[in-house]
């Protein structure tokens, strides 16, 4: 994710300089009952819209491509509760707390250069720079099996099925922000 922010003459820059057009909520802490969010850029689809122009218009001054990852936590599990009994539902503080380890891991596997956010609720974006489709088929695939699966959260097993939508722009192709998002979330859902 950069952490630099876009330059004023960007309309998609804010007061506070966050590439998103938002500044991330304030991290809460353990202590206070809750958990913090994860060190990802947080916004709303249209504020990712936004981070995806941006990174369009830097592509394609260097004549490469770009990808846009729509993932989507899909149906929760909960195995193993703390007391040992399970399965039970799934409260808000345990999902808080998937989605924090779920950002973590996408972080890890990704490259320095590409961008996740979190756009709420179980949703997240990913925007991969200098990729062609089929290279972004093969990370979604592996992020799929990353992701998706089972967590470990203190003494609580939970399962997470994640589906995960691929939009490319080639080189010579000039399709916006708007529509590599639209067609990312219409291939996870669809």
């Not at 899909?74 to 808000?92: I, K, M, W």
């Not at 756009?119 to 489709?133: I, P, Q, T």
């Not at 994640?162 to 529509?179: I, K, M, P």
């Amino acid at each position: 994710m950069r952490t630099d922010p876009l330059p004023a003459t960007d309309p998609a820059a804010n007061d506070a300089g966050h590439p998103l057009g938002r500044t991330p909520p304030q991290p809460l802490t353990r202590e206070a009952g809750h958990l913090s969010w994860p060190p990802l850029a947080s916004t709303d689809l249209m504020g990712f819209v936004r981070l995806v122009d941006y990174q369009l218009r830097l592509v394609r001054r260097q004549h490469q491509a770009l990808a846009v990852l729509a993932l989507r936590v899909g149906h929760l599990a909960l195995e193993v509760t703390q007391d040992g009994v399970g399965p039970a539902e799934v409260n808000d503080e345990t999902e808080a707390a998937l989605l924090l380890e779920l950002g973590r891991r996408l972080r890890l596997r990704l490259r320095a250069q590409d961008s996740v956010a979190w756009l709420g609720g179980r949703d997240f974006g990913v925007v991969l720079l200098c990729v062609n489709e089929a290279q972004a088929r093969m990370v979604a695939a592996r992020l799929s099996r990353v992701v998706g699966g089972r967590y470990c959260l203190g003494r609580t097993l939970l399962s997470a099925q994640v589906a995960v939508g691929v939009a490319a722009q080639g080189q010579a192709q000039r399709a916006t922000g708007f529509d590599l998002v639209e067609r990312a979330v219409e291939a996870m859902t669809g």
